[in-house]
């Protein structure tokens, strides 16, 4: 399998593709390993884990180079990923024992009632390549905290990553055993499907987690789905500073080249500050360099895979014949990598693919609404519930609206941020389950209840 690089169109390395035999054999070794792991006491495993959080601080440099080379990301970006991964693994290792230890419920007359969470066995990870490190994190990092042997499929638009993460695992001392790597795309996939494991945790598209949940569904065993998002942000009428909430939202939605799940993806502002919003808006979109993800300064790398590219131009296609105004962008850069103009269409509406659709790019349709009510109107007619956000000096008026939201997560004066105290969840077609926060360290286990008389 040849590995392009998305900002230079080259092929920087290959990997070899496993087939149905080595993921036998891959699911053999995790068998024996997952019963070696689960008898290491828990403060071992913690230690562990934290080894290879250290690892990753020791390599930061060579990692954050491969990524940015395997998916086209700034360098900066990259690195802020790889110490955003550093974080989450200090909160779940900290945390890992007051979730994971046994519960005692109830102790009386002569009967102990108390809750063991035991490690659901092999837990699969079918993972997406936009942010690999933490994505991961989010599963592995608990899976392995928990007990689980982990196999664990990076996005074969992140393989090298993928290995890298492998390596430094096993430097760090997971044994041998309780962590393998699958490589390859969808036909991969489905033989991970189709092995009696454990548990499957995914990390991807609407369409291919609905596909997997339905084809795990008759093994019985916990499925969970983090899925996209068409991320709604309102600006009310009383924020103070236009250009910095512009500044602020537009970094929402274009870090990483919005491919997020969590990227902004449809803006309403108050017609109040609506003038001044899109004008402060545009000129912030418009100061970004764009270029070599290696070279300082650069806010814009490429796109991670060329299909994208005429993804977007479609939606601006359609958005343009459907009515929308576009002020700045609309089309791919021409030249070797895959680069995209970040894009801002306003007169759009909700009949726009651009509105409705996942656009997981540089793209943003921003529009103008009357009321809060409006806007809450528009922001929960979509498909999707990842996350919600407003920007309001007023805390009330926000939590009413967010309240009101049919999404995992809601932002008053922030968005497009990942907290690991917090369970990170989407509802509707953005998917089902948790991870991070006591529940997504829970979501690795199956508790036992203990009925002890004596
Ligand atoms: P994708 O659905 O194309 O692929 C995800 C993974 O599924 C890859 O590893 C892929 O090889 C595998 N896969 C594809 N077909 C399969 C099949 N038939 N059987 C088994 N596995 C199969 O998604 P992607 O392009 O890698 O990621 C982008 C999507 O992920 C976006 O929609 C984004 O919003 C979402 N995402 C969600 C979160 C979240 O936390 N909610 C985080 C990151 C990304």
Redesign the pocket.
Known sequence: MNIVNPATGAIIAAVQQDDQSSLESKHNNLKEGQKEWSAVPLQKRIEILQAYSKLLAAHIETLAKTLTDEVGKPLQQSRNEINGSISRIEWLTNNAKKYLAEEIMNASAGMTELIRYEPLGIVCN??????PYL?GTNVFVPALLAGNAVFY?????ANLTGLQIEKLLKEAGVPENVFQVAIG??AT??I??SLPLDGYF????????K??YEKVAPKMVPCQC????KDPLYVTDDVEDVAAVASGTADGAFYNNGQS?CAVERIYVHEKVYAAYVDAFVKEVQSWKIGNPLEDGVYLGAISRQSQLEFLENQVADAIAKGATLLTGGKRIEGDGYFFEPTVLTNVDHSMLVMQE?S?GPIIGIMKVSNDEEALQMMNDTSYG?TASVYSTNRKRAEKILAATDAGTGYWNCCDRVSAALP?S?RKH??FGATLSHAGIRAFTQPKAFHLRG
């Open positions: 079918i993972s997406a390549w936009n942010y994505v499929k990076p996005s074969e638009f795309g969808a996939g489905e991970l499907l995914f990390t991807g598209s609407y369409k291919t987690g596909y997997i983090e899925l996209g998002g799940c996942e997981f990842l990170w989407g953005s998917g």
